[in-house]
């Protein structure tokens, strides 16, 4: 198991209890070939816009050609002290990532400090559905983006 399908296994979206996803909605269609299912590499819905996200928070900025603003600054300040500035840079940042899919809307982004890294946590509104889940993310300065 590569590190991509170890971290799409490990982060975790978490809604309001008793809140399923559109059963049978296959809206939005994709290929992963870092997703947990070893049958198939296709990816639906929510379980698509999730990895779309991991894959962008993947990008430092500045990495992508022609588009050197797409990706994340957080590679870049992990090693920074984290001052209220630098928190709301980041804030501002992980906003732009988020709601640059427009399937999906950042509501609320927490930025705090842990161990050896940076943990981001917000809450997330997918809006074909109008189904709100909380997503977090660590960025160990060892390891990269763990779940």
Known sequence: MTANQKLFN???LKGPAGRATVPGSK?????????GDSKSYSLYDLALIKQ???NHFHIRQGERLENPTFGTIIWDVLF????ED??????KNVEQIINYDPRVNANNVIVTTYES???IECTL???????????QF???QANGLIG
């Open 52 to 54: 779309d996200i991991i």
């Open 138 to 140: 660590k960025f160990d």
């Open 27 to 35: 809206t939005y269609k994709g290929f992963s070939s870092v997703s």
């Open 10 to 12: 490990k982060v975790v």
């Open 86 to 91: 630098l928190k709301q840079l980041i804030v």
């Open 125 to 135: 509104t997918y809006l074909p559905y109008n189904i709100q889940e909380s997503l």
């Open 117 to 119: 890294g940076l943990q």
């Open 80 to 83: 920074e002290p984290l001052t």
